[in-house]
């Protein structure tokens, strides 16, 4: 069974700097991608961050490019998302998820992590 759990989330000011975790446990990942998403309250889940389990193809939800970074640690099956300069609207549960390279659903989802940024 596969399972996701995040971890980082926190209380930061603005312009601040976290780094949120996301192991992946429960079958061989090879052939997958792990991405990260947001749900600011009142909103729509939207996808923030993906990248190939190779730690090729990364990408980015245009908001968040030059202040954000995904990799991936495949020894121990975590994917990251360092966040920097971070916005008042970056505040959100953030879930990490993982699908297969062949698909475009995604599958499988953590239980989120409360990221607030104050201003």
């Known amino acids: 069974q596969v399972q996701l759990a995040e971890s980082g989330g926190g209380l930061v000011q603005a312009g601040g700097s976290l780094r949120l975790s996301c192991v992946a446990s429960?079958?061989?990942?090879?052939?997958?991608?792990m991405g990260w998403f947001r749900q600011a309250p009142g909103k729509e889940r939207e996808f923030v961050a993906a990248i190939n389990w190779s730690g090729g193809n990364a990408d980015y939800t245009d908001s968040v490019k030059g202040r954000f970074t995904i990799s991936i640690d495949n020894a121990k099956n975590t994917v990251y998302l360092q966040m920097n300069s971070l916005k008042p609207e970056d505040t959100a549960i953030y879930y990490c998820?993982?699908?297969?390279?062949?698909?475009?659903?995604?599958?499988?989802w953590g239980q989120g992590t409360q990221v607030t940024v104050s201003s």
């Open positions: 998820a993982l699908r297969s390279i062949a698909s475009t659903q995604w599958h499988y």
């Open positions: 429960g079958r061989t990942f090879s052939r997958y991608a």
